[in-house]
């Protein structure tokens, strides 16, 4: 249940080490953490280098073992992907993958509501989609104006 030469807290059982806590204040679990009063609420660590986050009992999110996000879609295909975004129904027509980009406010004329930039790293920039208040009547029940510009 102890040990005194590396002051670290470890319990047993089923064969061998299941949870430990060392003396510089680590936590080490074998494989997941549940809710306590939520069985079906998890963290997980599948397989090396990689996390997974579960709610209702099935997985939500995973972070693979090359570094990737992945949310929805939760198996890396052979590309060199580092965000998949899939959407959670089986039908296009009722919920097909959105990706939304908001502020929090208002916008005035002329003022950015988000972008998409495609380039590498630094600042090489190969191509950047915006969307533009076009104008200022963004009340409730306007059109929202807005334009696409590409850059």
């Not at 080490?17 to 680590?26: D, H, K, L, N, S």
């Not at 599948?46 to 949310?71: C, H, K, M, Q």
């Not at 908001?102 to 191509?127: E, M, N, Y």
Request: with cysteine; charged share 20%; net charge negative.
């Amino acid at each position: 249940m102890g040990d005194s030469a590396s002051h670290a807290f470890y319990i047993l059982g089923g064969g061998g080490e299941r949870f430990r806590i060392t003396a510089a204040g680590e936590v080490i679990v074998r494989e997941k953490i549940t809710h306590l009063n939520d069985g079906d609420t998890q963290i997980k660590f599948p397989a090396a280098d990689t996390i997974s986050f579960e709610a209702g009992g099935s997985e939500r999110l995973r972070v693979d073992s090359d570094g990737r996000l992945l949310y929805g879609g939760l198996t890396s295909s052979t590309r060199e992907t580092s965000l998949i975004l899939q959407g959670n129904s089986n039908s296009y027509t009722t919920n097909p993958g959105i990706l939304e980009l908001r502020v929090g406010q208002v916008p005035s004329a002329q003022s950015a509501l988000g972008s998409l930039v495609f380039g590498c790293t630094g600042d090489k920039i190969g191509g950047t989609i915006s969307a533009i208040a076009d104008a200022a009547d963004w009340s409730s029940g306007s059109s929202h104006p807005t334009a696409l510009r590409f850059f």
